[in-house]
């Protein structure tokens, strides 16, 4: 089945500083992916959708400019936290269509938990 | 961000027995999918519903999409320690744009 891969799958980093999250697609190819933040014990909510070859869209309230997306080929999309802060510490999952099923279904990353101190 | 009402919140229930599991919308919705995710993981599709009435099934899980197309209903029979975990319904509201809304989740917990 399709397969969505994250990297890393935790990460600690030191206020101030940025981290970068990788998702890719293992075994089809993906135009368009999904980056949604958790926190614990809530839901996932959408923060922008990753367009291979044009900017990526932002839901409302979500920085652009603090999440740097970039769809680099059809199977990678990187998510690029910017002077994180504590307070971005959350669990960041992405997900991806497989052209293959049905293309409401989407298929998610295993996650990447950020702690930032 | 705009989320779907999940019932009940959490529940314990005894291993074998049936469960149900709700999430409700004020909007339309023309998709509805559930999905389960463990501690630590990214969520696992466990069934997807594209039409107003379908009724779904996928091994002890049966879904239904609510003929108003405002919910969506979840059952898993005969429940075993393994079913433990968050189940989100997920809906679509304009078809093609591959966009979720996700449920508030149910947290369920099963005992042996």
């Known amino acids: 089945g399709a397969v969505v891969s994250q990297h890393p799958s935790r990460v600690i980093c030191k206020s101030g500083t940025s981290v970068k999250i990788e998702c890719r697609s293992l075994d089809f190819q993906a135009t368009t992916m999904f980056w949604y933040r958790q926190f614990p014990k809530q839901s996932l909510m959408l923060m922008a959708t990753s367009n291979e070859g044009s900017k990526a869209t932002y839901e409302q309230g979500v920085e652009k400019d603090k999440f740097l997306i970039n769809h680099a080929s059809l199977t990678l999309s990187t998510l690029t936290v910017t002077s994180a802060h504590p307070e971005d510490s959350s669990f960041y999952i992405c997900s991806a269509p497989p052209p293959s099923v049905r293309q409401e279904t989407q298929y998610f990353g295993p996650g990447t938990r950020l702690l930032v101190l | 961000g705009q989320q779907l009402n999940q019932s009940p919140q959490s529940m314990f229930i005894q291993e074998g027995e049936d469960v149900s599991m709700n999430c409700t919308s004020s909007s339309i919705f023309n998709t509805w999918l559930w999905y389960k995710q463990d501690p630590g993981e990214g969520p696992v599709l466990l069934i997807a519903l594209y039409k107003a009435g379908e009724l779904t099934s996928n091994g002890r899980l049966t879904a239904q999409f609510g003929i108003t197309r405002k919910d969506s209903f979840l059952n898993i029979s005969a429940s075993i320690p393994s079913d433990v975990g968050i189940y989100f319904c997920?809906?679509?509201?304009?078809?093609?744009?591959?966009?979720?809304?996700f449920g508030t989740g149910t947290r369920l917990k099963v005992l042996a």
């Open positions: 997920a809906g679509q509201r304009i078809t093609g744009t591959y966009k979720y809304i």
